[in-house]
């Protein structure tokens, strides 16, 4: 080539390599909800979409509309010390004889997947190259996230609070052989002793999530250790007001409890923050109404307060512990009601209806905080069809698909409420919203979904243009 358009090229290069810099090209992605919100579940399907997707499945996506799109491939994994997102393995059991749900989130994992497409508009839409942006999706559970308030109570305050909570008449049967035991230790316990009654504090949070749908619940690495299972940070729990008051402050049982509360805060919640939650530009919250509703009122309660208790990880006003400690940039949220599969497509309003009003207020206030949140019904993968059936003259809307035990079934699960209903409702009727088998997946073709293209709009479409 002559040396002139050797430079020429070379110039072309170099001004590319600047436009393709100053665009937006990476975004991490949190995905977060109590364990069991579907999680496991929404990452493999949307990484499948990505992978697997065509226009005519994800419409609502522009850049796939526009047909801008042209592949995704999943890149190497960018933080070494985090677990990888096991997309294998989901998809395995997803597509194995029968086919499984894939095992359940336990503790912080990640995927990183290169998404190329054509950019609509700018520098280099105008040259005409496909660029990359790097989509990382940071899968954790909900309940870490509930761990923040800590950092702004002492020991003796938090230990008054959950007090409080556990004395919950509805919670009695679970809490009070618990409440006995720790009422009896002696101020000068062994650290052998300290470390049980710490794991039995920690199964008795797990049976108040799954007898009594308890979801806000502390501290959360107690319900999910992650990487701490077996460590000494974890062993500690609360004391009873009146133990503390007769206790001296410096009985070695108070000073023990509030050391490792300290630690927990300073070593696991703080890190956790600033290392990871910090680092996101957007996240997903999953939400299972559903299920709440099959369990109960005080379980759809419960509920409520975990969701604005969520809500509240995304308020960085002034003043805020999140703004003054970790500047968190995140600056799109979306609650998704998931499982939306498990109701007639006509319920999905009033199931959107029932989580804004559980979420009551705390919806609005993070666009105050410059946060934009959005709202959404969906299905991450598709167990049921949606169909008909003739009933005493009329049309009723039912769902088909495979229960847990592979029977075929066709159910009409009933209506969603748009609130909390009264107590009595479930004397009388309650919910039936069943869980069903996953669907026969095919390897190479896309997961059957509801709504992720919606979800891909709003978490990717601004930075796709
Ligand atoms: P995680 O604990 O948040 O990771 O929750 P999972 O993703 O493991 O979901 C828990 C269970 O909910 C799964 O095993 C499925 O039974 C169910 N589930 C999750 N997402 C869906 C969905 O989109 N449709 C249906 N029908 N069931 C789902």
Same mark, same amino acid.
């Given at each position: 080539m002559n040396p002139l358009k050797h430079r020429v090229k070379q110039l072309g290069n170099q001004l590319e390599e600047i436009a393709q810099r100053g665009l937006d090209r990476h975004v991490r992605l949190g995905v977060t909800g109590i364990s069991g919100a579907g999680k496991t579940a929404f990452i493999t399907s949307l990484v499948n979409q990505l992978l697997h997707g065509e226009s005519q499945l994800l419409p609502a996506w522009q850049v796939m509309e526009q047909q801008r799109f042209l592949g995704a491939r999943i890149a190497r !994994?960018? &933080?070494?010390t985090l677990q990888p997102f096991d997309y294998t393995g989901a998809l395995d059991c997803l597509q194995q004889t029968p086919p499984s749900w894939p095992p359940s989130t336990r503790t912080i994992s990640e995927i990183r997947l290169a998404l190329r497409y054509l950019p609509e508009k700018g520098l280099a839409g105008q040259i005409g190259r496909p660029v990359t942006l790097y989509l990382d999706i940071i899968d954790y559970p909900g309940e870490w996230l509930l761990d923040l308030p800590l950092l702004q109570q002492s020991f003796d305050q938090w230990s008054d609070a959950i007090w409080q909570q556990l004395q919950r008449p509805a919670w009695k049967t679970q809490t009070q052989s618990w409440c006995a035991r720790v009422a009896a230790l002696?101020?000068?316990?062994t650290d052998g002793v300290i470390a049980e009654v710490a794991r039995d504090y920690a199964s008795l949070l797990q049976t108040l999530k799954r007898?009594? *749908? =308890?979801? /806000?619940? !502390? @501290? *959360?690495r107690a319900l999910l250790p992650g990487?701490? =299972? *077996? =460590? @000494?940070? /974890?062993e500690w729990f609360p004391l009873p007001p009146a133990m503390r008051s007769s206790l001296?402050?410096?009985s070695p049982l108070i000073q023990r409890l509030t050391e490792r509360y300290s630690a927990y805060c300073d070593q696991v919640v703080k890190p956790f923050f600033r290392h990871y939650f910090a680092r996101l530009d957007r996240q997903v919250v999953l939400v299972d109404c559903l299920t709440a509703l099959n369990q109960g009122r005080d379980q759809v309660e419960q509920l409520s307060h975990t969701l604005q208790a969520l809500s509240h990880s995304f308020h960085y006003g002034p003043g805020s512990t999140l703004g003054r400690l970790f500047r968190p940039k995140i600056d799109r949220v979306l609650f998704a009601a998931t499982?939306?599969?498990?109701?007639?497509? &006509?319920q999905h309003h009033n199931l959107l209806q029932l989580m804004h009003n559980l979420m009551k207020g705390s919806r609005r206030q993070p666009r105050y905080f410059g946060t934009r949140m959005e709202t959404l019904v969906l299905s991450a993968i598709n167990a049921t069809r949606q169909g008909q059936v003739e009933r005493s003259g009329s049309t009723v809307a039912v769902i088909s698909g495979q229960s847990l035990d592979g029977e075929s079934c066709v159910r009409f699960p009933g209506e969603v409420p748009t609130q909390l209903p009264e107590r009595q409702f479930w004397q009388q009727q309650g919910f039936r919203f069943r869980p069903f088998s996953p669907p026969v997946c095919e390897a190479g073709s896309a997961l059957p979904h509801m709504r992720l293209d919606y979800a891909l709009q709003f978490l990717l479409g601004d930075k796709m243009r």
């Amino acid at each position: 080539m002559n040396p002139l358009k050797h430079r020429v090229k070379q110039l072309g290069n170099q001004l590319e390599e600047i436009a393709q810099r100053g665009l937006d090209r990476h975004v991490r992605l949190g995905v977060t909800g109590i364990s069991g919100a579907g999680k496991t579940a929404f990452i493999t399907s949307l990484v499948n979409q990505l992978l697997h997707g065509e226009s005519q499945l994800l419409p609502a996506w522009q850049v796939m509309e526009q047909q801008r799109f042209l592949g995704a491939r999943i890149a190497r !994994q960018p &933080d070494l010390t985090l677990q990888p997102f096991d997309y294998t393995g989901a998809l395995d059991c997803l597509q194995q004889t029968p086919p499984s749900w894939p095992p359940s989130t336990r503790t912080i994992s990640e995927i990183r997947l290169a998404l190329r497409y054509l950019p609509e508009k700018g520098l280099a839409g105008q040259i005409g190259r496909p660029v990359t942006l790097y989509l990382d999706i940071i899968d954790y559970p909900g309940e870490w996230l509930l761990d923040l308030p800590l950092l702004q109570q002492s020991f003796d305050q938090w230990s008054d609070a959950i007090w409080q909570q556990l004395q919950r008449p509805a919670w009695k049967t679970q809490t009070q052989s618990w409440c006995a035991r720790v009422a009896a230790l002696s101020s000068d316990e062994t650290d052998g002793v300290i470390a049980e009654v710490a794991r039995d504090y920690a199964s008795l949070l797990q049976t108040l999530k799954r007898e009594c *749908g =308890a979801s /806000l619940l !502390q @501290p *959360g690495r107690a319900l999910l250790p992650g990487e701490l =299972a *077996g =460590a @000494p940070v /974890l062993e500690w729990f609360p004391l009873p007001p009146a133990m503390r008051s007769s206790l001296a402050e410096d009985s070695p049982l108070i000073q023990r409890l509030t050391e490792r509360y300290s630690a927990y805060c300073d070593q696991v919640v703080k890190p956790f923050f600033r290392h990871y939650f910090a680092r996101l530009d957007r996240q997903v919250v999953l939400v299972d109404c559903l299920t709440a509703l099959n369990q109960g009122r005080d379980q759809v309660e419960q509920l409520s307060h975990t969701l604005q208790a969520l809500s509240h990880s995304f308020h960085y006003g002034p003043g805020s512990t999140l703004g003054r400690l970790f500047r968190p940039k995140i600056d799109r949220v979306l609650f998704a009601a998931t499982k939306a599969d498990h109701v007639t497509v &006509d319920q999905h309003h009033n199931l959107l209806q029932l989580m804004h009003n559980l979420m009551k207020g705390s919806r609005r206030q993070p666009r105050y905080f410059g946060t934009r949140m959005e709202t959404l019904v969906l299905s991450a993968i598709n167990a049921t069809r949606q169909g008909q059936v003739e009933r005493s003259g009329s049309t009723v809307a039912v769902i088909s698909g495979q229960s847990l035990d592979g029977e075929s079934c066709v159910r009409f699960p009933g209506e969603v409420p748009t609130q909390l209903p009264e107590r009595q409702f479930w004397q009388q009727q309650g919910f039936r919203f069943r869980p069903f088998s996953p669907p026969v997946c095919e390897a190479g073709s896309a997961l059957p979904h509801m709504r992720l293209d919606y979800a891909l709009q709003f978490l990717l479409g601004d930075k796709m243009r």
